[in-house]
């Protein structure tokens, strides 16, 4: 079941792709909003990325921090970025760490063949890691501009 509102998040550290690793929660940030993601370089997950990285200016005006997680390579996420030109920053899951930890690790149906796989959500958290908004199911077309209004109602 995914973590909700008033929810506590893990901690958790995962890689990213200038070869450190993004630590949560993180004290020092306002508020971050983390968007998981099922697959690098698929069309729904290339407009969202695509959207949150035309937005990253306005969330870092506020002091938002932003990041986007699948369960891709360093290196597939790497090829994402320079493919499509995204400045968010994307952190590398394989091993469904916050995946898992977040919920988002569902069993999914298409063309009536069930898998398990990555649900499109998204959290906003403070930096205690206590979730003051979510999504789950998203859509991903306009969705990283309802996040950066939730972002300024929230402050």
Same mark, same amino acid.
């Given at each position: 079941?995914?973590?909700?509102?008033?929810?506590? *998040?893990?901690?958790?550290?995962?890689?990213?792709?200038?070869?450190?690793?993004?630590?949560?929660?993180?004290?020092?940030?306002?508020?971050?909003?983390?968007?998981?993601?099922?697959?690098?370089?698929?069309?729904?997950?290339?407009?969202?990325?695509?959207?949150?990285?035309?937005?990253?200016?306005?969330?870092?005006?506020?002091?938002?921090?932003?990041?986007?997680?699948?369960?891709?390579?360093?290196?597939?996420? &790497?090829?994402?970025?320079?493919? +499509?030109?995204?400045?968010?920053?994307?952190?590398?899951?394989?091993?469904? *760490?916050?995946?898992?930890?977040?919920?988002?690790?569902? +069993?999914?149906?298409?063309?009536?063949?069930?898998?398990?796989?990555?649900?499109?959500?998204?959290? *906003?958290?403070?930096?205690?890691?206590? *979730?003051?908004?979510?999504?789950?199911?998203?859509?991903?077309?306009?969705?990283?501009?309802?996040?950066?209004?939730?972002? +300024? &109602?929230?402050?």
């Amino acid at each position: 079941m995914s973590l909700s509102v008033n929810d506590i *998040i893990p901690n958790f550290c995962l890689p990213n792709t200038t070869g450190g690793e993004v630590c949560l929660p993180d004290a020092s940030a306002k508020l971050t909003v983390l968007y998981f993601y099922p697959k690098d370089n698929t069309s729904g997950c290339t407009l969202e990325a695509k959207e949150f990285s035309e937005l990253l200016p306005k969330f870092t005006e506020l002091g938002v921090k932003v990041y986007g997680i699948s369960q891709d390579s360093v290196a597939s996420h &790497e090829k994402f970025i320079q493919k +499509q030109e995204l400045t968010v920053p994307l952190l590398s899951d394989p091993d469904h *760490i916050a995946i898992e930890g977040f919920g988002v690790w569902i +069993q999914k149906k298409l063309y009536g063949r069930e898998y398990m796989g990555v649900d499109r959500s998204t959290f *906003i958290i403070d930096g205690f890691g206590k *979730i003051l908004a979510s999504w789950n199911k998203v859509k991903a077309k306009g969705h990283a501009a309802v996040v950066l209004q939730k972002v +300024q &109602e929230l402050r």
